[in-house]
């Protein structure tokens, strides 16, 4: 729990509880884990803890400290690590709250005896986003080295911003020449996600960082991409990323980047995180000698995907299309997958991504929790579509695992070098 001016403490003689969709669940150490390092715990503005009543074996709605009745209580959620994905969601009451939450994602946390613990599964043990592996000194250092060789580079300037400022995993990464580097390039997006990080207009949500004001010259993102590929070894670069809006929008500026970079190197993997709306950009992106694409997707059924992306000028029809055309020229296709627990993992929701990734050859799923009110998201969810039952995130991996054993399950993305399990 925690106290109206922020203070996390133990609520004795309750067991916590976690959610999925409406089903209230008791975290049992079993089927949590250790809060994984750099973890933030978050109080939850407004709501009323759900908890679990040992004495009367009920779930209760508390609204005051059982033992201080003066105080207000407020419930607690662990925004978990990169890696991990939610088995499930904070437990809270909302009902006469019209706001919605900031935009994280509120995972379902409790107290063992000596420690946190989460209630979250590793799907990618991979040190990429790990804080303690990002010396300050280091990103400083590379900072210096790149004012000095790109004086003029814009897109480095931003990324200068990005590193310093806003703490961006992916900017540290390219300033200490390691693993993925990014490529923000658009202004603009063609869809209105209702989760969307860079970019909020209703609901009295804010933005979590800045959208990219200008759009980069080519030759600004092939060095870029040539510094990073040149000097690390098995290189990601990735146009796509949260301070941006979709890259295929940039389409005049990516296209010749990819040509340039191609035109010095075959080396380094080329990705494109993306909505996919765009067929035939992705096709020519390919051609140019893109290697691989991840596409942001909350549900593979049409309906609910329009619910939550709500897109501007295109269709969901086009997100397929474009899957298609990458597949057909022998790309790798990662569902850059969001994940709500009782809602991702419910029987209907299930069956159909079974049958869309048979069907369009997906080579990777990347487990990524949403980051939007899970309440709201599920209640919206449910009035347009029901179902069924949650049958558990751990259940869907391992049937996706047994239906699927060449499907690569994880959070980053994969060098081309790893992109055959």
Not at 70 to 89: L, Q, T, W
Not at 307 to 335: C, M, N, T, W
Not at 367 to 376: G, Y
Request: with cysteine; aromatic share 10%; glycine share 6%.
């Amino acid at each position: 729990m925690a106290a109206e001016n922020g203070e996390i403490f133990e609520l004795e003689g309750y067991g916590a509880v976690g959610m999925s969709g409406n089903k209230q669940v008791v975290l049992k150490k079993e089927h949590t884990i250790p809060m994984p390092h750099g973890s933030e715990l978050m109080m939850l503005p407004k709501r009323r803890p759900i908890v679990y009543d040992i004495a009367t074996d009920q779930f209760i709605i508390i609204e005051r400290n059982p033992f201080q009745p003066d105080e207000k209580i407020f419930p607690v959620a662990v925004f978990n690590s990169p890696g991990y994905v939610n088995r499930h969601f904070c437990a809270y009451d909302d009902d006469t709250i019209k706001d919605v939450l900031p935009l994280f994602s509120y995972g379902a946390v409790g107290f063992g005896k000596n420690n946190f613990r989460s209630a979250a599964l590793l799907v990618d043990k991979e040190p990429r986003q790990d804080l303690r592996k990002m010396p300050h000194k280091g990103i400083v250092k590379g900072v210096g080295r790149m004012q000095k060789k790109y004086p003029d580079n814009r897109l480095i300037r931003h990324l200068e911003t990005c590193a310093l400022q806003y703490g961006c995993p992916a900017g540290k990464n390219f300033f200490l020449r390691r693993y993925e580097a990014p490529l923000p390039t658009s202004t603009v997006c063609n869809a209105n996600c209702l989760g969307c990080i860079s970019l909020q207009t209703e609901n009295n949500l804010c933005a979590c960082q800045e959208r990219i004001g200008f759009t980069p010259k080519p030759e600004e993102i092939a060095q870029v991409s040539l510094e990073h590929i040149l000097h690390v070894k098995k290189a990601v670069v990735s146009f796509g990323q949260g301070c941006e809006g979709d890259p295929l929008t940039a389409f005049n500026a990516i296209e010749p980047a990819i040509r340039l970079i191609r035109g010095k190197t075959d080396k380094g993997t080329i990705n494109l995180n993306t909505n996919a709306s765009l067929p035939r950009h992705v096709e020519s992106l390919c051609r140019a000698g893109l290697d691989s694409m991840r596409v942001s997707i909350n549900s593979v059924r049409k309906n609910l995907y329009h619910a939550y992306f709500r897109p501007r000028s295109y269709q969901f029809s086009d997100v397929i299309e474009s899957i298609v055309a990458a597949k057909h020229q022998g790309k790798f296709i990662s569902l850059n997958y969001l994940n709500c627990p009782g809602f991702t993992d419910s029987q209907k929701e299930v069956a159909a991504l079974k049958k869309f990734i048979d069907t369009y050859k997906i080579n990777m799923i990347q487990w990524r929790n949403l980051n939007f009110d899970p309440k709201k998201y599920c209640s919206l969810m449910s009035q347009i579509e029901d179902s069924g039952r949650a049958l558990g995130m751990a259940v869907m991996i391992k049937e996706l695992s047994e239906c699927f054993p060449k499907l690569i399950h994880g959070y980053f993305n994969p060098p081309k070098e790893h992109h055959e399990k």
